[in-house]
């Protein structure tokens, strides 16, 4: 056995065992980045689309009454539906309230947030949007004191 051998067989070992281990890792990662960035860019969308909800609900020209916004999301991101849930904050000086919007993969469990900032006069129903429901929706109720109340529906 020369010394060639002796160097080559254990590198074409490792190359058969590292190398396809390697690879499957970075596509696994990759994968996920990916689903971060689109589901990134769902939450994005459903914070803002919230936000110019608001914007619009809010105006005087808006009678009492419920208005409901059908989902525009995809149904799925990298062949996983996920759900969407949304959180109410007040910040200290009371000016204006945050709405934290999370959504979550289903089984992969990748999750996201994104922020909407709206008025003093609204308030949120914990509820959870589905993106594969036909229901999936944005919710709000305009009530004759001025209050907004806003939830997902799906």
């Known amino acids: 056995m ?7 067989i254990p590198l074409l070992f490792t190359q058969i065992i590292v ?10 990662s990759w994968q996920d980045s990916q689903r971060d960035i689109q589901l990134q860019d769902a939450a994005n969308h459903l914070a803002s689309t919230i936000q110019q909800f608001y914007l619009t609900v809010n105006r005087d020209e808006i009678l009492v009454g419920t208005v409901t916004q059908a989902s525009t ?5 990298g062949s996983y539906p996920y759900n969407a849930t949304g959180s109410l904050s007040e910040p200290a000086d009371g000016s204006a309230k945050v709405l934290t919007v999370t959504l ?7 999750n996201v947030t994104a922020a909407a900032m709206l008025g003093p006069n609204v308030k949120w129903i914990d509820s959870t949007l589905r993106s594969n429901s036909v ?20």
Do not use: W
């Open 19 to 28: 190398f396809p281990f390697v690879a499957s890792t970075m596509t696994s």
């Open 2 to 8: 020369t010394i060639e051998y002796v160097i080559l």
């Open 135 to 154: 229901d999936a929706s944005v919710n709000v109720q305009k009530f004759s004191n001025g209050t907004l109340v806003f939830s997902f529906g799906g």
């Open 73 to 77: 999301l995809p149904v799925t991101i």
């Open 104 to 110: 979550t993969l289903d089984t992969v469990d990748n």
